[in-house]
C-alpha cells in the first residue's frame, strides 16, 4: 500500500475546501423567484417632511403586532442601506439595487438622514425615500425607527415574502 504525502494531502483539502457542495435546487428556485429590480418609481422635487417628524404607513392587512414590533425596533439583523450624502436620484437608483438584493429579507432599515443640510428644514431625502417606499409593489408598511436605531432619520421597511 502506498503512502500519500503531505504535498498530496495538502492539495486533496484545498481543492476540497475550495469546492464546498452546493444545493443546485435551491440557487435554481431563488433565481427563478427573484424579480428584477423596481424602477417605476417618479422623483420628488420639493421636501414636504421635516426631519424630526415621524413617518409610519401600512396597507391594509398587516398585523397591527409586526407594526409595534418596528415602531419598538424588535427585529433581529437585517440589510442596512445608508443615503447620506446622496441626491435624490442617486438615492433611487441605490434603493432600487438594494431592495432587489434583499428581497427575500422580511425586514430592512433605510437610513436617509434628517435633513439638517437641507432648505427650511425640510428633508428631500427623507421625503423621497417615503414616496419611494409608498410606489414599491413590495413594500407592506415602514415607520420610523426608534431613537436607539436611527430614530426620524431611518425607518423598518416590511417586505413581501412570496
Same mark, same amino acid.
Given at each position: 500500500?502506498?503512502?500519500?504525502?503531505?504535498?498530496?494531502?495538502?492539495?486533496?483539502?484545498?481543492?476540497?475546501?475550495?469546492?464546498?457542495?452546493?444545493?443546485?435546487? *435551491?440557487?435554481? !428556485? %431563488?433565481?427563478?423567484?427573484? $424579480?428584477?429590480?423596481?424602477?417605476?418609481?417618479?422623483?420628488?422635487? #420639493? =421636501?414636504?417632511?421635516?426631519?424630526?417628524?415621524?413617518? *409610519?404607513?401600512? !396597507? %391594509?392587512?398587516?398585523?397591527? $403586532?409586526?407594526?409595534?414590533?418596528?415602531?419598538?425596533?424588535?427585529? #433581529? =439583523?437585517?440589510?442596512?442601506?445608508?443615503?447620506?450624502?446622496?441626491?435624490?436620484?442617486?438615492?433611487?437608483?441605490?434603493?432600487?439595487?438594494?431592495?432587489?438584493?434583499?428581497?427575500?429579507?422580511?425586514?430592512?432599515?433605510?437610513?436617509?438622514?434628517?435633513?439638517?443640510?437641507?432648505?427650511?428644514?425640510?428633508?428631500?431625502?427623507?421625503?423621497?425615500?417615503?414616496?419611494?417606499?409608498?410606489?414599491?409593489?413590495?413594500?407592506?408598511?415602514?415607520?420610523?425607527?426608534?431613537?436607539?436605531?436611527?430614530?426620524?432619520?431611518?425607518?423598518?421597511?416590511?417586505?413581501?415574502?412570496?
Amino acid at each position: 500500500m502506498k503512502q500519500i504525502n503531505e504535498e498530496d494531502k495538502q492539495l486533496f483539502r484545498s481543492t476540497v475546501d475550495a469546492n464546498a457542495p452546493t444545493d443546485k435546487d *435551491s440557487a435554481r !428556485k %431563488s433565481n427563478a423567484l427573484k $424579480k428584477s429590480a423596481f424602477t417605476s418609481y417618479s422623483y420628488i422635487v #420639493d =421636501a414636504n417632511l421635516d426631519g424630526s417628524e415621524v413617518i *409610519s404607513y401600512s !396597507k %391594509s392587512g398587516v398585523s397591527t $403586532k409586526v407594526i409595534k414590533k418596528m415602531k419598538q425596533g424588535n427585529i #433581529d =439583523a437585517m440589510p442596512v442601506l445608508d443615503l447620506h450624502g446622496q441626491t435624490v436620484v442617486e438615492a433611487c437608483e441605490s434603493l432600487s439595487v438594494f431592495m432587489c438584493h434583499h428581497q427575500f429579507e422580511p425586514f430592512v432599515q433605510i437610513i436617509h438622514g434628517k435633513g439638517y443640510h437641507s432648505e427650511n428644514g425640510m428633508s428631500i431625502l427623507k421625503t423621497q425615500v417615503v414616496s419611494f417606499l409608498k410606489q414599491h409593489p413590495q413594500v407592506l408598511a415602514f415607520n420610523s425607527c426608534p431613537d436607539k436605531d436611527g430614530g426620524t432619520g431611518a425607518v423598518f421597511a416590511l417586505l413581501k415574502q412570496n
